[in-house]
């Protein structure tokens, strides 16, 4: 499976911003895929995940309200839309996936020993 990840960039407070992250070469249907962001200085944390089958998600509360995640199962491709942005949510965006279990995946929250498959990530800054 690859991952190509795009979106990111420079906003200010209170903008809006849209990451995409389209996988390729999945071996079934049942796939999660989402993201978690690492900050200078910090610990890497789940942001949200969904799963293929059913669309169930996961939200980190910190973002909770703000980011909706979706995706395009015909694409294989996820979409993180990312609105009234804050500071802190500056920080490096990694795409993941991961193929089978996809319910019981985003039921733990989308445990990142559950997630082998990375993207590069992109970087998401946030202007004061």
């Known amino acids: 499976v690859q991952l190509v990840e795009s979106g990111g960039g420079l906003v200010q407070a209170g903008g809006s911003l849209r990451l995409s992250c389209a996988a390729s070469?999945?071996?079934?249907?049942?796939?999660?895929i989402g993201w978690f962001r690492q900050a200078p200085g910090k610990e890497r944390e789940g942001v949200s995940c969904?799963?293929?089958?059913?669309?169930?998600?996961y939200y980190a509360d910190s973002v909770k309200g703000r980011f909706t995640i979706s995706s395009d199962v015909a694409k294989h491709t996820a979409y993180l839309q990312m609105n009234s942005l804050r500071p802190e949510d500056t920080a490096v965006y990694y795409c993941?996936?991961?193929?089978?279990?996809?319910?019981?995946?985003?039921?733990?929250?989308?445990?990142?020993?559950?997630?082998?498959?990375w993207g590069q990530g992109t970087l998401v800054t946030v202007s004061s």
């Open positions: 070469g999945y071996p079934s249907d049942d796939y999660v």
């Open positions: 969904i799963s293929s089958l059913d669309n169930s998600t």
């Open positions: 993941v996936t991961e193929w089978g279990n996809s319910v019981a995946i985003v039921t733990t929250g989308c445990s990142e020993n559950l997630l082998e498959i």
